[in-house]
C-alpha cells in the first residue's frame, strides 16, 4: 500500500502544471452513436470528457470533422448525454500507454484494471498507429517457433515473427486452440487481444493464465462484444501497441489477437457512422484496410533484434471461406490454419485441415528432411480424404492406387497424430520425432 501511495505522489511530483486557459466544445448533436460538437478542434484519435451534468463525465473519442463540427463516438453508451454538454480535450492525442507494468495484468481498451487490481501508471507513451519502418528494416523469418501444438510444429511449422492466422467458423475450437498456444508458446512475452468475444471466455481466459509463473510475462487487453466499436478497436491497438513496445526492447513477442473478423466489424460500424459506403459484403475500404495495417505491424525488427509473432483468429461468417475478411486476412498473413467443422463433428481436436492450411515460411527455416516428411504427410492425408467416400461405401478396389492404399493402412495413426488433448503440450523435437517415427520408413 506505501508503495502505491509513493508511486501516486511521486508522479504528482513530476506532473507539470497547466496554466493555460481550459478549451472546451459542446455537444450539438448525437444521431446513431455519432456526436457532433461545435467549438472544439481536436486531431482524429482524440479523446475527450464529456460533462454528464451530474458530477461524472463521459469519454468519447474523435473519429473525424465535417462542415466546422468534430465528430465524435462515446467509449460506452449515449444514455446519460445531454445537449449543451461541455467537451474538453484529454491526454496526448494518438499516444497510448506502454510498459512492463502490463505486464501480469489484464485491462480494457483504455487501459484500465478489469482484473481488481490496483490502477496501472506508466510514463512511456507509444503512438496507437505504429512506429512505420521501411520494408528492408524488416528482418527476414529464419528461425522456427515452437507453439507446443504437434500437428503445427510437425506439418505447418511457424516462424520468429511470423504472421498467421487461424480460420474457422463458429464454435469449431478456434479460441480453444489458441488457449493451448498462449500456454505452450516458448516466448519472453505473450501479448493477448481478446476483441469482441464474449465476456464469460475472457474471465475464463484471464482465470487460467493470470497466475503462477507464466502472469508474470503475459499482457491482456480484453474488450467484450457488448462494448463500443471504437474502445475494441482501441483495445486492438494497445495490445499491438504494448508488442510493439516489447520487441523494441529486444523480446521475443507472441501478440494473440481474437478476432480480426470482430475488430473489422468495429471498423465497420465506425466508417458507415461517417457516411462511408459499404463495399464487399457491405464493408467500407477503411474497415478492411484496418486489417492490413494492424497486421503489418507485426514482424521481426532488425534495429533492436526483437521480434512480434502474431497469431490472429478469423471467423469465417456461415463457414464462408471467401468473405472479405478471411479473403483480406489469407492475403496479407504469412500462413494460415484452417479448422475443419466436418472434422471438429468426427471428434478430432485440433480439427486442423492439413490440406487447406500453409506455413509460407516453412520450407525456410527447417531441414529439408523435416519438409520432405510434411510433404509426405500431406500426400498420405489428402489421398484419404479425397477417397474417403468410396472407402466408406467398400466402392473402392484395393490395389487402384499405392497411395491410397498406404493412406487407408495408415489413416488411424494419421489421425493420432494430428489430435492432441488440450492440456498436453508437444515441442518441436517431440513433434519432428513422431512424424519420422511415422513418416520416415514408408516410401
Not at 467458423?169 to 469482441?196: C, H
Not at 471498423?267 to 478492411?288: K, N, V
Amino acid at each position: 500500500m506505501l508503495s502505491q501511495i509513493d508511486s501516486v505522489l511521486s508522479d504528482f511530483a513530476d506532473a507539470s502544471v497547466d496554466f493555460r486557459p481550459q478549451r472546451y466544445g459542446l455537444v450539438t448533436a448525437c444521431d446513431g452513436g455519432l456526436i457532433e460538437v461545435s467549438g472544439l478542434s481536436v486531431p482524429v484519435g482524440a479523446l475527450c470528457r464529456i460533462d454528464d451534468g451530474k458530477g461524472s463525465a463521459l469519454t468519447a473519442e474523435t473519429i473525424g470533422f465535417r462542415n466546422g463540427r468534430t465528430m465524435m463516438t462515446l467509449l460506452g453508451d449515449v444514455v446519460l448525454l445531454r445537449p449543451g454538454a461541455r467537451v474538453r480535450p484529454e491526454g496526448a492525442p494518438g499516444m497510448l500507454p506502454v510498459g512492463p507494468a502490463y505486464l501480469g495484468r489484464a485491462v480494457d481498451g483504455e487501459g484500465k484494471p478489469i482484473d481488481g487490481g490496483p490502477a496501472l501508471r506508466s510514463k512511456i507513451d507509444w503512438p496507437a498507429g505504429g512506429v512505420r519502418t521501411g520494408a528492408l528494416d524488416r528482418a527476414s523469418v529464419k528461425e522456427p517457433f515452437d507453439i507446443g501444438i504437434r500437428a503445427i510444429n510437425g506439418l505447418m511449422t511457424l516462424g520468429v515473427g511470423q504472421r498467421v492466422g487461424i480460420m474457422a467458423g463458429s464454435g469449431v475450437g478456434k479460441s480453444v486452440l489458441i488457449d493451448m498456444i498462449a500456454r505452450g508458446a516458448q516466448a519472453d512475452v505473450v501479448v493477448v487481444g481478446l476483441i469482441g468475444e464474449r465476456a464469460r471466455e475472457v474471465s475464463d481466459f484471464v482465470e487460467r493464465h493470470m497466475h503462477g509463473e507464466k502472469a508474470g510475462r503475459t499482457a491482456v487487453v480484453a474488450v467484450p462484444a457488448d462494448h463500443a466499436p471504437n474502445l475494441r478497436l482501441r483495445g486492438a491497438l494497445l495490445a499491438t501497441s504494448l508488442a510493439e513496445h516489447f520487441r523494441n526492447s529486444g523480446k521475443r513477442v507472441l501478440l494473440i489477437i481474437d478476432s480480426l473478423t470482430r475488430i473489422a466489424h468495429a471498423a465497420r460500424e465506425i466508417g458507415l457512422l461517417l457516411g462511408e459506403p459499404g463495399a464487399a459484403r457491405g464493408y467500407p475500404p477503411s474497415a478492411l484496410a484496418t486489417i492490413t495495417k494492424l497486421v503489418e505491424r507485426a514482424g521481426n525488427s532488425a534495429e533492436s533484434g526483437g521480434s512480434i509473432t502474431g497469431l490472429y483468429s478469423v471467423l469465417a461468417d456461415g463457414d464462408d471461406h471467401n468473405d472479405p475478411v478471411v479473403d483480406t486476412a489469407r492475403s496479407i498473413l504469412d500462413g494460415h490454419i484452417v479448422l475443419s467443422r466436418d472434422l471438429a463433428q468426427r471428434g478430432q481436436y485440433p480439427a486442423i485441415d492439413v490440406a487447406a492450411s500453409l506455413s509460407r515460411v516453412m520450407n525456410d527455416i527447417v531441414p529439408p528432411e523435416h519438409a520432405e516428411l510434411a510433404r509426405r504427410f500431406r500426400a498420405l492425408s489428402s489421398a484419404y480424404e479425397g477417397n474417403r467416400d468410396l472407402v466408406l461405401m467398400g466402392a473402392y478396389r484395393p490395389g487402384a492406387d499405392p497411395l491410397v492404399d498406404r493412406a487407408i493402412a495408415m489413416h488411424g495413426d494419421l489421425t493420432k497424430f494430428l489430435g492432441q488433448p488440450t492440456g498436453d503440450l508437444v515441442s518441436l523435437e517431440s513433434s519432428l520425432a513422431e512424424l519420422s517415427r511415422l513418416i520416415g520408413h514408408d516410401g
